[in-house]
């Protein structure tokens, strides 16, 4: 795809997600072919969400983690979306319900990295992306169904505008995770105190730090190596809830504490 099939793309993302517009997709010629597209069109729509105010990239969601997810998606691989800064809260994160047009959280285990996973390190596994990790801590991750129906887009579109992501709330950092087994602690989700679902650490691709090696090796492929400092979330062990305007929103991961998140 030509440099400006990929920058006509991103602005036709960028202004349905601005002005909150439902998608139908993108027209004939400017649907990525492959991953390498997609993720082209993920990167320049990035560079013009910014300019607009959204803030700067600070890390990444993987999506279709777990069998729950990709059974509620019908997506059987990971799909990864960006972070932008205004879009991040810590611990307790207020929302405005009319700012989305079908809100949605999931439930998930986050990490921030402390050292750089450089390309020339690939291939990462578990035990090599583990050593770059600085802290584990529980996420919600905002989610948006902004799409006409997005079980009529290819899977690359919707990788290209980042895979529903929204907005996250990020619990309180554990620096201490060598000591829990992250396959078996358990995360559950509560929306307005009753309990809607629950999952183990090990629903994501067998480990948790597997999904991140999946990001570590898919960013050496594609030019984006991740950096100190990125945060990623690594998949919901929830399947998506649907919010109503003013329910709340609570989390709990074992051994890595909790968030919460309102909708007002």
């Known amino acids: 795809m030509e440099p400006q099939a990929i920058d006509e793309a991103a602005r036709l993302l960028a202004t349905a997600r601005l002005g909150r517009e439902r998608f139908a997709g993108l027209p004939d010629g400017l649907r990525p072919k492959d991953e390498a597209e997609a993720y082209a069109i993920q990167n320049a729509l990035h560079a013009r969400l910014s300019a607009a105010g959204r803030g700067p990239l600070v890390g990444y969601k993987i999506g279709c983690t ?17 972070l932008l800064e205004r879009g991040v809260r810590r611990r307790d994160g207020s929302f405005r319900h009319a700012d989305f047009l079908r809100v949605g959280v999931e439930c998930e285990i986050a990490v921030a990295l402390a050292r750089d996973l450089p390309a020339a390190g690939a291939p990462y596994d578990r035990h090599k992306v583990g050593a770059a990790v600085g802290a584990c801590m529980a996420a919600i991750e905002v989610v948006d169904d902004r799409y006409e129906n997005y079980r009529a887009l290819d899977p690359l579109t919707l990788v290209a505008d980042d895979f529903f992501h929204a907005g996250c709330v990020l619990g309180g950092p554990v620096e201490a995770w060598r000591g829990l087994d992250l396959p078996s602690v358990v995360g559950r989700m509560t929306i307005n105190g009753a309990e809607v679902g629950s999952g183990r650490g090990g629903d994501v691709l067998g480990h948790p ?19 100190a400092g990125t945060l990623v979330l690594l998949g919901s062990v929830v399947e998506t809830r649907w919010l109503a305007q003013g329910d709340r929103v609570e989390i709990a991961i074992e051994g890595l504490g909790g968030a919460s998140a309102r909708f007002a």
């Open 209 to 227: 730090l597997a999904a991140l090696a999946w990001l570590a090796n898919l960013g050496a492929a594609h030019g984006r190596p991740l950096r």
């Open 66 to 82: 777990t069998p729950v997810m990709q059974r509620f998606l019908g997506i059987d691989n990971p799909c990864a979306g960006g």
